[in-house]
């Protein structure tokens, strides 16, 4: 800050410019990051719901939880003789419309109910 | 982006001259606070959030394998805590009622939230299942 008066002027809008966009960008990555862990959220219930119902062996259930997924989500489910896994994976921007994204994942394990085949 | 603020003047507010100079600084500084105050809030809720949906799939689940198990003959609060380990929840409470014919039992689990003493360190969830009639 060498200069005079009246060539700081400028020099001092630009500053507070950078000085916005700095706390408006930092503004932005805090409400992605809640973004996140919303899906987050979606992935552990739609990984309960899912394994509730495959539990059960009721297919029609199971569709039905699995169009509560977060967009892109996925579904692994593996079964053992007795219990079945079930999976839910998402990809999620950090930042809207980036290109670096976050992977999410949930497991939610059930035990096969008598009668149930998943 | 902080240093950035740190450094900020703002341009002066007509007729006020240079005593304001710096205030900018303050008032960038005190945003920055308070955007780094609600940030570590949110992580808080966050995992307080999250521990209690985790808590409350896995008490379903515990719940319905403890049933399952105890249909087979099996002992329900045994295989409760298995599922709930299986799904990261500890069980820290079963009771079962009625007989194998007709019962119920209720699951309590508590998830981990990662958080120390003062702010919830468990979230818990309680949930019961018994047989189908018929």
């Keep these: ?118 | 982006m902080t240093a950035r603020g740190a450094r900020t003047t703002r341009v002066v507010v007509r007729g006020r001259g240079r005593a304001d100079r710096g205030s900018a600084t303050v008032f960038a500084a005190a945003i920055s606070l308070v955007l780094v105050m609600a940030a570590t809030a949110a992580v808080f809720v966050v995992a307080v959030v999250l521990a209690s949906h985790r808590a409350r799939s896995a008490a379903d689940l515990a719940a319905l394998a403890a049933a399952t198990s105890e249909v087979g003959g099996g002992d329900g609060c045994s295989a409760a805590r298995i599922n709930a380990h299986a799904n990261g929840a500890e069980l820290t409470g079963c009771r079962m009622t009625g007989e194998t014919s007709s019962f119920v039992v209720a699951v309590t689990v508590t998830v981990q939230t990662g958080l120390r003493a003062p702010l919830p360190p468990t979230m818990g969830a309680d949930a019961h299942a018994g047989n189908v009639a018929g």
């Design chain 1, 1 to 118: 800050m060498k200069s005079t008066r009246r060539s700081d002027r400028g020099a001092v809008t630009v500053e507070a410019a950078f000085a916005s966009v700095g706390l408006v960008a930092l503004l932005a990555v805090l409400v992605s990051a809640i973004g996140v862990v919303l899906v987050q959220v979606q992935c552990v219930d739609a990984a309960g719901a899912i394994a509730r119902q495959a539990a059960r062996g009721d297919a029609a259930a199971v569709a039905e939880a699995e169009s509560h997924l977060p967009k892109e989500g996925r579904v692994v489910i593996r079964a053992t003789a007795t219990t079945v896994t079930v999976r839910v994976e998402a990809r999620e921007s950090v930042v809207p419309g980036s290109s670096v994204t976050i992977d999410l994942a949930a497991e939610a394990t059930a035990v096969l109910e008598p009668g149930g085949s998943s």
